[in-house]
């Protein structure tokens, strides 16, 4: 008798569960209305994957340093001083002004491509690579690892290095170039946009706000050792493996 009573109750609730939801779908229907996500979709992972590590950390520009000290005079158009430790501006100017980027591309860059390491970490370098002036040295038919490559965008400016990364993604240099400024989107970023992998320009409107690059910087910096690793580095070299060539590098104080 009790489990009849029970089954009895069960399928009473979903009787009434079933017209409440046909009658819910039948106004929306007839209303032609949508549900609406609060959500912005570039901030959903069904509309942006790269939602997947969201990480949002927007630090305050108004949170100033307090200090008796003489404001520097710059010829620069923008510039944002930063302290890491107590999270406080110690010098600003036009932060938030969209600006052509260059070579510091190359964090994002380096923040997908980490992201993203291929499971057999075996980067080919192909003709399409060889582009830019400054580049790490690299041929055609070459293989190489993610850390070497990283070594040779970041220590050198390597263009080719950051062409190899992004025509090695899945889907290749479009859909990399795509997921940068996914991710980008992803930190809460809404003043950045890329065009290409290294920063060079030709490839479209490419700028970004000396404030999101102390975001993009603060990421990669929290979140890939190997990252931190690299541009603490001052020179490297990669020994003659069978696949490649002898790489010595020293730092180019570009950054």
Known sequence: MRKILIFL??????????????????????????????????LTILANKEVSTLNLWLPSLKNKISANLKTPEISAKSALIFDMMTKEVLYSKNPTERLPMASLTKIM???????????????TVSQDDL?????MGLDVGEKLSMEEL??????????????????????????????????????????????????????????TTAYDLIVMSEYALSNFPLFAQVVSTFDYNIPKPPLTKLFIWRTKLIY
């Open 9 to 42: 109750i069960l399928a009473t609730f979903l009787v009434v569960t079933g017209f409440f939801a046909n009658n819910l779908y039948s106004r929306i229907s007839n209303n032609k209305s949508f549900l609406v996500s609060p959500i912005p979709d570039f």
């Open 109 to 123: 860059t380096a923040i997908v491509a980490s992201e993203n390491k291929k499971k057999d970490d075996v980067y």
């Open 131 to 135: 582009v830019g002036e400054d580049s």
């Open 150 to 207: 990283l070594y040779g965008m970041m220590l050198h400016s390597g263009n080719d290095a950051a062409e190899v990364l992004a025509n090695n993604f899945p889907g290749g240099r479009t859909a990399f170039v795509k997921a940068m400024n996914n991710k980008v989107k992803a930190l809460g970023l809404m003043d950045t946009n890329f065009t290409n992998p290294t920063g060079l320009e030709g490839d479209g409107k490419q700028f």
